[in-house]
């Protein structure tokens, strides 16, 4: 166990499945107290919770749209009530859709950048207001903003946005300690990028990087992990692109 996370306390945002359940469990094992931030599913929220616990770790479940500012700061409340501190914020909640721009909808483009730029940037504004001194933030970006690839023009451009503020907001956190940095995965076998895809189209996606398959969860929690413990302390306003070679 790395004892950098005993009695640290971790909120992870879309923690209920996928590589936010991955980032979850894997900071829980390594000493975290972890909150689980969830949408909708309560129950799979519950799950990994269940598995925390039977693994020996310590974790609760907290209902919040992230896109909404006011759940936002009732999520921070509630994890300061239950455990007095946060110290690691893991920004994983995502949502990727991908069409051609003449289908593109106004509520496709808000829906994303509601999500995916309006909802990291102020639970960072949140953390700015709470987190313990030499805190950690993680953000997510994608690695497709350094490739040229059809339908992905909107999930691109707000990751690019998370890039970008990550890299401004350094300084500012600098002042207490507290490091942010992005991480950017290629693609991997989540329910996020799998699903409407054929075998055939992910096994091509896949053959893109050096290693001929896709990403795996857990390639991508081992650096979360790490840009939550104290090794990563001269680490800041970086995006790092975890993604086998995929660019």
Avoid at 47 to 68: C, F, L, M, T
Avoid at 94 to 110: H, V
Avoid at 216 to 233: H, M, N, R, T
Wanted: charged share 20%; proline share 2%; aromatic share 8%.
């Amino acid at each position: 166990m790395d004892q950098n996370l005993v009695g640290k306390v971790a909120l992870v945002t879309g923690a209920s499945r996928g590589m936010g359940r991955e980032i979850a469990e894997n900071l829980a094992l390594h000493g975290a107290k972890v909150v689980v931030n969830y949408a909708s599913s309560s129950s799979k929220a519950e799950e990994v919770v269940n598995e925390i616990k039977q693994k020996g770790g310590e974790a609760i479940a907290i209902r919040a749209d992230i896109s909404q500012v006011a759940e936002l700061e009732q999520l921070f409340q509630a994890t300061l009530e239950a455990y007095g501190q946060i110290d690691i914020l893991v920004n994983n909640a995502g949502i990727m859709i991908t069409k051609p721009i003449a289908s593109m909808t106004e509520e496709d483009f808000d829906k994303q950048f509601a999500i995916n730029v309006k909802g990291t940037f102020f639970a960072c504004q949140q953390a700015a207001k709470h987190m313990s001194e030499n805190g950690r933030i993680i953000n997510f970006s994608t690695s497709v903003t350094g490739q040229m690839f059809p339908t992905y023009s909107v999930y691109a451009g707000t990751k690019g946005a998370v890039e970008q503020f990550t890299r401004q907001l350094a300084k500012e956190f600098g002042r207490k300690g507290i490091t942010i940095n992005a991480v950017s995965p290629g693609p991997v076998n989540t329910e996020l990028f799998t699903v409407g895809k054929s075998a055939e189209e992910i096994a091509n996606v896949g053959s893109m990087n050096s290693f001929g398959r896709l990403g795996e969860p857990e390639d991508v929690s081992s650096v979360v992990l790490f840009l939550a413990s104290k090794e990563s302390q001269w680490i800041t306003g970086q995006t790092i692109r975890v993604n086998g070679g995929f660019i």
